[in-house]
């Protein structure tokens, strides 16, 4: 190589640990059957085809193959022929795809999405969602072919393909495209700053499918491990691209496993089994289906209580699966995150999250089978707007996961005041303003250590 090929090598390659290099000069070699980077030959797009075609689809390797095309390697370097890769070329993709900044990636971005050879400099949000579509299904390919699901199974879950769709727009729901609904490298700089996703799944790709183990670079985790679930009489209402969304947005990530703990396929509609399967589990996450539908749902960073009082702390969402794919967080309104109430005659009987009573972004009836979400035009706690199809909604299915490790049981039952004997009269005293002064005469509770 001439010295400025050697420059804008040895610039990129900078970037990476000085054991990690020889692992990313040698995928030219490799591709091409030799062991050195040269600029003098190319490996075929077959070639390439072959060593991707089990973690990505067809269409997706077209994609980067036509831009690792598109590099430009610099003015001394010698030009490869059209369709042809230099090795200066993928040393520079293979640095800005693994180590680059937002920047560098936005021209990546951009020569994937663009239509065959297209060379314009601007693309449309639909070509950027056809490339997230392909994206995403490599990373879910690649998820299956190296056995990471973490104890999910894809054929007990939604249509992959459509929650393929589903994440690819909500993904580029971010994008702020030009006046004319184009995007430039700048719109698609500032997309790939604020949705680090869009780099992982680009570095996950080129890293399993070309094979660039880098040291202290392990496999991201996508999923969260799932446990006792009988998968052969389930059918999941998540899709794992719709997993891979909303896992991230947990307090523990994806390190947090999660158990089926109801479900109305193998469990009925009863309101009070759902209750057990809800109480004294930890964090949940429940999920809904509606006769239309629309499946959403909320996450309860608590375990959930029996008492007419709301519960939880912001922590708590609300989000949508279908039609869309959207997380709502507290908006810091007021602090009506959980309420879970069974058996009383003056509070309202069922679940709620968010809102009020009477009016809950998501509530489901004690009488199983009936619910409602109600935003005119936000939930009040969530900024949520209606979840549901249709105001007033019948459920088709339920499922409740807890989230991470059970809690502990408890050692011994805690003695109850006189103030715990009817909370409906506390709770309508804490509605109406009255003052409840013997709270701080409560009897102390015994010291577990003595």
């Given at each position: 190589?001439?010295?400025?090929?050697?420059?804008?090598?040895?610039?990129?390659?900078?970037?990476?640990?000085?054991?990690?290099?020889p692992v990313v000069e040698g995928v030219f070699g490799r591709l091409q059957g030799v062991v050195s980077v040269s600029v003098s030959s190319e490996p075929s797009?077959?070639?390439?085809?072959?060593?991707?075609?089990?973690?990505?689809?067809?269409?997706?390797?077209?994609?980067?193959?036509?831009?690792?095309?598109?590099?430009?390697?610099?003015?001394?370097?010698?030009?490869?022929?059209?369709?042809?890769?230099?090795?200066?070329?993928?040393?520079?993709?293979?640095?800005?795809?693994?180590?680059?900044?937002?920047?560098?990636?936005?021209?990546?971005?951009?020569?994937?999405?663009?239509?065959?050879?297209?060379?314009?400099?601007?693309?449309?949000?639909?070509?950027?969602?056809?490339?997230?579509?392909?994206?995403?299904?490599?990373?879910?390919?690649?998820?299956?072919?190296?056995?990471?699901?973490?104890?999910?199974?894809?054929?007990?879950?939604?249509?992959?393909?459509?929650?393929?769709?589903?994440?690819?727009?909500?993904?580029?729901?971010?994008?702020?495209?030009?006046?004319?609904?184009?995007?430039?490298?700048?719109?698609?700089?500032?997309?790939?700053?604020?949705?680090?996703?869009?780099?992982?799944?680009?570095?996950?790709?080129?890293?399993?499918?070309?094979?660039?183990?880098?040291?202290?670079?392990?496999?991201?985790?996508?999923?969260?491990?799932?446990?006792?679930?009988?998968?052969?009489?389930?059918?999941?209402?998540?899709?794992?691209?719709?997993?891979?969304?909303?896992?991230?947005?947990?307090?523990?990530?994806?390190?947090?496993?999660?158990?089926?703990?109801?479900?109305?396929?193998?469990?009925?509609?009863?309101?009070?089994?759902?209750?057990?399967?809800?109480?004294?589990?930890?964090?949940?996450?429940?999920?809904?289906?509606?006769?239309?539908?629309?499946?959403?749902?909320?996450?309860?960073?608590?375990?959930?209580?029996?008492?007419?009082?709301?519960?939880?702390?912001?922590?708590?969402?609300?989000?949508?699966?279908?039609?869309?794919?959207?997380?709502?967080?507290?908006?810091?309104?007021?602090?009506?995150?959980?309420?879970?109430?069974?058996?009383?005659?003056?509070?309202?009987?069922?679940?709620?999250?968010?809102?009020?009573?009477?009016?809950?972004?998501?509530?489901?009836?004690?009488?199983?089978?009936?619910?409602?979400?109600?935003?005119?035009?936000?939930?009040?706690?969530?900024?949520?707007?209606?979840?549901?199809?249709?105001?007033?909604?019948?459920?088709?299915?339920?499922?409740?996961?807890?989230?991470?490790?059970?809690?502990?049981?408890?050692?011994?039952?805690?003695?109850?005041?006189?103030?715990?004997?009817?909370?409906?009269?506390?709770?309508?005293?804490?509605?109406?303003?009255?003052?409840?002064?013997?709270?701080?005469?409560?009897?102390?509770?015994?010291?577990?250590?003595?």
């Amino acid at each position: 190589m001439g010295n400025t090929e050697s420059v804008v090598v040895q610039k990129r390659l900078a970037r990476f640990r000085p054991e990690e290099r020889p692992v990313v000069e040698g995928v030219f070699g490799r591709l091409q059957g030799v062991v050195s980077v040269s600029v003098s030959s190319e490996p075929s797009f077959c070639l390439r085809q072959a060593s991707m075609c089990s973690l990505a689809p067809d269409s997706m390797i077209g994609r980067l193959h036509r831009c690792m095309c598109s590099i430009d390697p610099g003015p001394t370097a010698a030009p490869a022929a059209s369709g042809k890769t230099g090795g200066v070329s993928l040393v520079i993709f293979l640095a800005d795809a693994l180590r680059g900044t937002a920047e560098e990636r936005a021209p990546l971005v951009m020569a994937m999405s663009r239509s065959g050879a297209q060379a314009a400099t601007v693309v449309t949000r639909e070509q950027v969602v056809e490339f997230l579509q392909d994206l995403i299904s490599a990373v879910v390919q690649i998820l299956v072919h190296r056995g990471r699901l973490q104890g999910w199974k894809p054929e007990r879950m939604g249509d992959c393909s459509t929650g393929v769709k589903l994440l690819a727009e909500q993904m580029c729901s971010e994008l702020k495209p030009g006046d004319e609904g184009c995007c430039d490298t700048s719109c698609l700089e500032d997309w790939i700053f604020r949705v680090p996703h869009v780099s992982l799944y680009l570095e996950m790709l080129v890293a399993e499918g070309l094979n660039v183990s880098l040291s202290g670079r392990p496999a991201p985790t996508l999923l969260p491990p799932c446990r006792e679930t009988p998968w052969t009489e389930l059918r999941c209402l998540l899709h794992l691209p719709t997993l891979m969304f909303l896992a991230p947005q947990l307090p523990d990530g994806c390190g947090a496993p999660l158990r089926l703990v109801f479900s109305t396929q193998l469990h009925g509609e009863s309101f009070s089994r759902m209750v057990s399967g809800l109480t004294k589990r930890g964090p949940t996450l429940l999920l809904v289906k509606d006769s239309q539908g629309n499946v959403f749902g909320g996450f309860a960073s608590h375990s959930w209580e029996v008492k007419p009082q709301f519960q939880g702390d912001s922590r708590c969402f609300l989000f949508t699966v279908s039609p869309r794919l959207r997380v709502y967080t507290a908006t810091g309104y007021n602090q009506h995150f959980m309420y879970l109430n069974q058996n009383q005659q003056t509070m309202p009987n069922g679940l709620g999250m968010g809102g009020q009573h009477g009016y809950f972004g998501l509530w489901l009836d004690s009488d199983f089978g009936r619910g409602h979400s109600r935003a005119r035009p936000r939930c009040t706690t969530y900024g949520s707007p209606q979840l549901s199809g249709e105001e007033e909604f019948t459920l088709d299915s339920v499922e409740v996961w807890a989230v991470g490790k059970p809690p502990e049981p408890e050692e011994g039952r805690k003695k109850k005041s006189v103030l715990d004997a009817d909370p409906e009269v506390q709770a309508m005293m804490e509605m109406t303003g009255k003052t409840l002064h013997s709270q701080g005469l409560r009897e102390p509770e015994e010291d577990q250590d003595q």
